[in-house]
């Protein structure tokens, strides 16, 4: 499908195929960052991330399209087209990690590689009904990733289901371990947002709420508004690359970076002591829960042609937390709901709960059944 793929190798190698976000390096195969500025680009090396996976018996099966330098929820990209929603024909696909999400929808790959920095992983999981997670910040190499903002950026696994992404991390954190879990009885589940949401996403992630036997719904706030830490990090990356490139930065983007580069340390600074002070509120509110239980994004897959940055403060409202607090989460379809568009519930835990975070979420997703967590295209 046309707006998902950038590159592709000339003979695929051997192993499981895996798409691989054209935000991460692959040696001999070009490697764009979604960006004009580097259309010419083959780099000599591959991401460490992409060395960790083919050294564990996975192929590069081709680089998919993005939104520009990972910058964006919807992936419209100036450059390289629009990706496409597989099962949502004329809805986004979602980003950044949109091309990722929409090679699994299409049936292309089973599994995929992405970046989240502020949901780039589980937005497009959720619209295209795919699974994503968001390991632990700093669990996985961004070695050879280009970076957006490098405290929140994560370089992690997509697949059609929980058990891929498991398998991924595998190769992904070496000594990674997944854990089993005999019921979800097992956990206390905090539920949380299910008020932020359109009414049959609310339903549909109510309904997976419900298995969990020992849950309790608790009110939990959101990310700080103020982002400022989160947009110089973003101008520190292109402080030197935008002043003689602007006019080769697609519109949406290049308004964004505008912005960043006028944010002062005094600003950054601050934000970033908000950022502090919600990590320690929020950790105090969770207590002793293993896990959370959230929609993911609050509404389905848009039309394609929606202005991004109309939906983007929507958009990433309730993954953007788990990216500021730096903890794993995972996006899961949960059925259909606006339209008959895929919805998707966010399961998050502590930093370094990876293992029992995808336990839960591959019971989980056992009980919902096929029917709710595999949207055909």
């Known amino acids: ?19 691989v976000k054209d935000l991460l390096d692959t040696a001999g195969l070009a490697t764009t960052y979604g960006s004009a500025l580097f259309a010419d680009h083959v780099p000599a090396a591959s991401a460490e991330s992409v060395q960790l996976l083919e050294a564990g018996g996975f192929a590069v099966a081709g680089k998919t399209n993005l939104h520009e330098f990972a910058y964006g929820i919807s992936s419209q990209n100036a450059h390289y087209g629009t990706v496409p929603n597989p099962v949502a024909p004329g809805r986004l696909a979602g980003g950044s990690s949109g091309g990722s999400a929409a090679a699994i929808a299409a049936g292309d790959v089973e599994l995929a590689l992405g970046t989240d920095s502020a949901g780039s992983i589980r937005i497009p999981a959720a619209w295209c009904g795919v699974v994503g997670f968001k390991p632990t910040h700093g669990l996985v ?61 609310r339903e549909r992630v109510a309904e997976a709420a419900a298995l969990f036997p020992r849950r309790r719904e608790i009110e939990l706030p959101l990310a700080p508004a103020n982002r400022a830490d989160f947009m110089r990090e973003v101008a520190d990356v292109h402080r030197a690359l935008f002043p003689d490139n602007e006019e080769l930065y697609g519109g949406n983007v290049r308004g964004k970076i505008e912005r960043c580069l006028a944010v002062t340390y005094v600003d950054a600074a601050a934000a970033a002591h908000e950022r502090g002070e919600y990590g320690e509120r929020f950790a105090e509110m969770v207590g002793e829960l293993d896990l959370l239980v959230t929609p993911t994004v609050p509404f389905v897959a848009p039309p394609a042609d929606v202005d991004e940055l109309e939906i983007r403060a929507g958009g990433i409202s309730l993954t953007y937390p788990f990216s500021a607090l730096g903890w794993p989460a995972l996006a899961l379809p949960c059925g259909p709901a606006e339209d008959g568009v895929p919805a ?34």
């Open 344 to 377: 998707s519930v966010q399961l998050a835990s502590p930093q370094g709960t990876d293992a029992l975070l995808l336990a839960a979420g591959r019971l989980l997703a056992s009980q919902l059944g096929p029917d709710r967590t595999r949207l055909s295209s």
């Open 141 to 201: 190499s961004v070695e050879g990733c280009f970076p957006l903002a490098p405290s929140f950026d994560v370089v992690g696994p997509m697949a059609s289901s929980v058990e891929g992404c498991e398998l991924m991390m595998r190769a992904l954190v070496p000594g990674f371990a997944p854990v089993e879990l005999e019921s979800l009885e097992e956990l206390e589940v905090g539920v949380a947002w299910l008020d932020k949401t359109e009414p049959l996403v």
């Open 1 to 19: 499908m046309d707006g998902i793929w950038l590159a592709r190798p000339d003979r695929l190698g051997a192993g499981k195929p895996v798409a």
